[in-house]
Every structure is written in structure tokens, then in C-alpha cells.
């Protein structure tokens, strides 16, 4: 079978001409060796059950094998522009989830070299900003939860050498950077959220897990984006395209995410949107645009092994600053990272999972807190129901349904009967709404082009209803929307108004359809 679907790549990659319009920039002081691209290197984690594409460079053109396992696959050699070498490429056997194997690739002017400690198993690319760049060494209890470490050495950590680039890259110009197993001493330096994540899915999976690490603090969507992605948006100009360094327009794709496309991978988690609160409404597209983007280039990076819809996880922004009457962009990057429908899976985002974190800000406000745990733990908990489709998981809290708003029979205040749903997972945990707090809902009075928000108080929550009463809008203004949670810090830690089974709901915005 594994030559059979050999030869299947082989018609593939003609038919659709694989070979990409890159920049081949090379590595410096590694032109013309016979060797394997700069991040295959020992123990690494391949995408179990799958055929892993691996490759490399080698001088002559000279025929490359590769030896895995008992089997002999001939690479595919692919001439490089201006040069005397060739890029070889080779499909492995799918292989179930475990190790350690060896691979050796063979040249037969230049000789053998080999990878040791080969893992297979669940592969996760931890993308964007300075939250997720943020280490486990800052975290709580950092110096417990680095001693923990120790006791994963089937977690394998790649950390991205941050590098900008004008044009997409094929591979890392870093060769410097490798695979390492996770200990105190490579996990300490390494993503909090990403370590977290893999950590708990490692638990739950009890397989390899490899975690590839590819941030950079402060820089916005637009730098991650693919020149080709940002062409469906319209232009941003609070991010021009003369900005220069990583917030330049689709740098850190070309340099930090373009070399990736060839890795077969189970999917991607973010957190990123804090470099874009100047402009929300941008997000909306640029966001969801980007995801496609990422999965259309990995499905044709990789010859159509990956999903086209391949599970992709993202963190709702946490908090900013410890003024909670203050909104000055957050919650709309909130609701644009779900593409203004408060939440995900949706039908503008399929296969997409998040975690909410407007909960989990640090007292003093900081832009970057350190609660990591629950983050990574809510990511994992949404990935293992979405990406692993595990049906007994709970991982969305309560999502708004619908609302109603009455006169209350008085002249004094109006009364909301808010009602939710995914309270509970099919009935198998509790489905109860539990409210900590009376506080975080507004009511948006309208006159003519002129929002005022007025705030009300929860009075009472029953099965999946919440009753909340607001103040009559000034004269003049009609009642027209609903809001929840709508501030940069809308609650104490894990102390907003609504939840359920421990997981807080999304914020959220609806309009009113009737006002008796």
C-alpha cells in the first residue's frame, strides 16, 4: 500500500505542479550539503496516522533514499533555481502514534546522515503575540509547574527563531534552532499557553505531542497574514504597509509560518488581537480570512493530506488595565474574533474552537497575566471536543439564545429574561446557570445615530434563564440591543455574572426583536 500511495503523490504532484514560487533563501553556511530542511532535526514529533512529508537539500541532484522502519522510499528531487542542488522530498507510511524510530536519508555521492528519537503523534503549531510568546517561567507557582516538566518526556518543544522576511521563505534561515524534550530546563523558556495545552492533551491522549512554538510580542494580524490573504480585506490604516520590522505586512508569515506548510499537523492555536484594538471592526475580516488562508496553504503545502477545515483554536482576549467602566477596543476585538457571532464553531469559522479569558486578567490589570493554567486548560478542553470530537467534553460555558425586554409594569425600570444555551454537554454534567456576579449587562438606548448604555442588575437566574433589570432609556431613546461583559475588564478574576460547570459564557451583543 505504501508504494501504491507513493506513486498516487507522485501523479499528484505533477498534475498540480507542487513545487512552490518561494524565495529559496538559504541557510547560511549550508549551501551545497547533503542535509534535511532546518527543522527536521532529532527528537521531533511527525502527525500520526498520516504520510508526513520530510525533506531536504542535496548537492548534484543526487538521488536521496530514505530508510524508515523495514521500508526503502526513493525521494523526489525537485532542481533549485541558480543552483547545482535539488530539494528532495520523501512521503513516510502512515504510522500510529508512538516510538522512538530512526530515520535515515542515503545519498550516494555524499553519504548517510540520520535522525534519532523520532516520535509520532499530535502535532500543534502556538502562533501570535506576546501572551502566547509569554514563558512558563512567569507564570503562578512557576518554580512547581517547571518541576512538572520532568515527568513529559514525550513532549517535544520546537521554539521558532523570531526572523522577518519580504518574501515567503522556504525553510528557517536559523539552522541553529532544534527539537528538544521537554524538561525543566528546555520548558521554562518555553510558550506558557502552548505548554499548557499540550501538557493537558498529553494527559487526556496519552500519546506524543509535539509543540512548535512561532510568536512574536506586540505585532499584528497583518504581519502574520499571507500578502494574498490581506488582498480580501479592506486596507488598515491604523497598519500601513510602509510600517516597518515584524509589524509589516505579512513578514512573519513569509519568515516564521511559510517554512511550516510542508508539516503534517493536527491544527493551530492563537493568541493574538491585542496590536489590533485600535481598529476591531478590521479583525472581523482579517481574522477568519487569515484562518482559511492558513489552512488553504497547509493543504497544498502538504499535497492535500491535511483537512482543508483543520481544527483551529484561538484564545478570546483576556484583560486590560483595572478600570472595568473602560472599553477601548477589547470587546470588539472579542466579538470580531468570532466574527460577530459571540461564538465558535460558527458558520463564517467551521472547525474553530476558543477559550474565553476575560475572566483570567491579573489584579494590577497587566496586559499580559499570568494565569496560564486555565488557558491552556480551556483550550484543551475546547480541542478535545472539537478537534478530537470527544462528545462527553463540556468546553463552550453558557452562549446566549435569546432575549426578551418588557416594561415591568412600572415606570421605573425595564425587565430582561435572558435565555442560554449550552448550559450543559447533552445532559451529562450540570446544566444549571450559576451566577457570581449581578453585574455586566447593559441595555443600548438609541436615538437617531447616538448609542447611550445603561447598566442593570442581575436579579434572579432559573435553569437557563437570567432576569435582569435595567433603567428606562432617557426620553426620546428607544431600547434597541443587549450587551454582556462589553468592557477591557469586565469582572474579577473568575468572577463575571454568568457561568456554568466553571467555564464563564462569552461576551456578547443582541438586538432587541420586541419591546412590550
Known sequence: MSVIRSLVLVILLALTNYV???????????????RYASHFTDHMVLQHSTSPVIWGYVPDCDQVNIQ???????????????TSECMWKVWLPSTEAGGPYTITADSQQYGVIVLTDIMFGNVWICGGQSNMAFTLNGVYNATDEIKKAAHYPDIRLFTVTRNISDKPLQEFVDYSQHWVI???????????????????????????IGLISSNW??????AWSSAAALKYCPSDKSNPSKVSGPNSRSVLWNAMINPLINLT??????????????????????????????????????????NPDFPFGF??????GDDNTTSTGFPGIRWSQTASYGYVPNPAMPNVFMAVAMDLGDPQGNIHPRDKQDVGLRLSLAAQAIAYGDKDVYYTGPIINKLSLSNNGNDESMQSII??????????NNGVIELRSLYGFEVGCVQGS????????????KENNVLVSFPHCPKGYKPDSIRYAWRDNPCQFKNCSVYSNNLPSPPFEMKITSFE
Open 419 to 428: 435565555n442560554f444555551k449550552n448550559t450543559s454537554n447533552n445532559g451529562l
Open 68 to 82: 524508515f522502519k523495514d521500508v526503502t522510499i526513493s525521494g523526489l528531487l525537485y532542481p533549485l533555481p541558480n
Open 450 to 461: 447616538e448609542t447611550h448604555y445603561l447598566e442593570g442588575i442581575a436579579k434572579d437566574s
Open 265 to 306: 499537523i493536527n491544527g493551530v492555536i492563537w493568541y493574538q488581537g491585542e496590536a489590533n484594538r485600535g481598529n476591531p471592526l478590521q479583525y472581523n475580516c482579517t481574522f477568519p480570512v487569515m484562518i482559511n488562508d492558513w489552512r488553504r496553504a497547509w493543504v497544498n503545502g502538504t499535497a492535500g493530506i491535511m
Open 217 to 222: 510580542g506586540g505585532t499584528p494580524i497583518e
Open 20 to 34: 512552490q514560487e518561494v524565495q529559496l533563501k538559504r541557510v547560511k553556511g549550508m549551501t551545497n550539503l547533503f
Open 315 to 320: 484564545v478570546q482576549l483576556s484583560t486590560y
Open 182 to 208: 521537554a524538561s525543566p530546563d528546555t520548558a521554562k523558556e518555553f510558550s506558557a499557553v502552548c505548554w499548557f495545552f499540550g501538557r493537558d492533551l498529553h494527559d487526556k491522549l496519552k500519546m506524543p
